[in-house]
């Protein structure tokens, strides 16, 4: 069975961090491209950020740029997002989803093959 596990959620106030975790299992993790979904209230899905199956190539939309950092343990079958100076508007449930090649910048669960439960991030101003 497959399994994307996120973790790492939680209330934080603003200017704070929190780092993400999402656990993979089921399947060939090291050969998926991994992103990072969110979803705030009344609004649409959103990319935050991908990396490669390598984890040289770490990709991110403008608004997060210097703030998360995505990175990935082959090893452990995990994907994590460092999350710091976070915003109110950061405010989301954020999502893992794994493809065996990057979906670039798409946010439609239907370009990934596998796509977490999400984890509930909220900054508080």
């Known amino acids: 069975e497959v399994q994307l596990v996120e973790s790492g959620g939680g209330l934080v106030q603003s200017g704070g961090s929190l780092k993400l975790s999402c656990a993979a299992s089921?399947?060939?993790?090291?050969?998926?491209?991994m992103t990072w979904v969110r979803q705030a209230p009344g609004k649409g899905r959103e990319w935050v950020s991908a990396i490669n199956s390598g984890g040289l190539t770490t990709y991110y939309r403008d608004s997060v740029k210097g703030r998360f950092t995505i990175s990935r343990d082959n090893a452990k079958n995990t994907v994590y997002l460092q999350m710091n100076s976070l915003k109110p508007e950061d405010t989301a449930v954020y999502y893992c989803?794994?493809?065996?090649?990057?979906?670039?910048?798409?946010?439609?669960?239907?370009?990934?093959?596998?796509w977490g439960q999400g984890t509930q991030v909220t900054v508080s101003s």
């Open positions: 089921g399947f060939t993790f090291g050969t998926y491209d």
């Open positions: 989803a794994a493809a065996p090649a990057y979906p670039s910048g798409s946010s439609d669960p239907k370009k990934y093959g596998y």
